[in-house]
């Protein structure tokens, strides 16, 4: 919908650097224009104090005037013909996006155990019995219970957990109810928790 004396941002051209805003790039568009060097020279070095003065609290960090002067480069499209007073030949990584990371797509029975207690569970297989196995067992079905809880998939009741146990580690850990004890869970805690994520 185009309603006359309306202006957008949609309809605008796109910033380069959102942080600064539009009249900061309209700065740097006509300081670009100017045919006089010194006066681009003069009006860039107002353009930086301007910048300057909107985040004055990364002002602390190493090489912030270095930053502020690639950023000048960036918005400018490396056009604006100046003396610039630092090497801004770097500046162009900064403009340049990063790949996109790869999500890892790795297929597990259920979800709401993780991929790395699925990890845990390959490493039970092999691992041989003694005090180091006893303890990773019992940090795994006290991390189990609280995924199951967390993520109201089905009861988070202790036999759930030893079944699972057993039946992700092909059978190679068979958890004794009879002598193993659960950590106490703060449910109330983590009933808070999961109405947060509900809420998002």
């Known amino acids: 919908m185009n309603i006359e004396g309306l202006d957008y941002n949609t309809q605008r051209e796109q910033l380069i650097l959102p942080e600064y805003g539009r009249e900061v790039q309209k700065m740097v568009d006509y300081a670009i224009s100017l045919p006089d060097r010194e006066e681009r020279q003069r009006c860039a070095e107002s353009i930086i104090v301007i910048m300057d003065r909107m985040f004055p609290q990364n002002r602390e960090n190493p090489d912030y005037k270095q930053k ?9 499209n490396f056009q604006l013909d100046i003396d610039w007073p630092y090497d801004i030949s770097g500046a162009a990584k900064i403009a340049t996006k990063p790949e996109p990371l790869e999500y890892p797509m790795a297929q597990i ?6 991929k790395m207690l699925f990890e845990v569970f390959e490493q039970l297989k092999t691992m041989p019995a003694g005090e180091e196995r006893d303890e990773l067992v019992r940090q795994t ?35 004794d109810l009879d002598t193993f004890t659960f950590e106490k869970l703060d449910f109330s805690q983590m009933q808070q928790q999961v109405g947060k994520k509900k809420r998002r």
């Open 109 to 114: 029975p259920v979800r709401h155990y993780g």
């Open 141 to 175: 079905a006290n991390q189990m219970k609280r995924n199951l809880y967390q993520w109201s998939h089905g009861s988070a009741d202790d036999e759930k957990i030893a079944s699972d146990l057993a039946r992700f580690t092909d059978g190679h850990i068979q958890l």
């Open 68 to 76: 502020l002067w690639d950023h000048l480069a960036i918005m400018s």
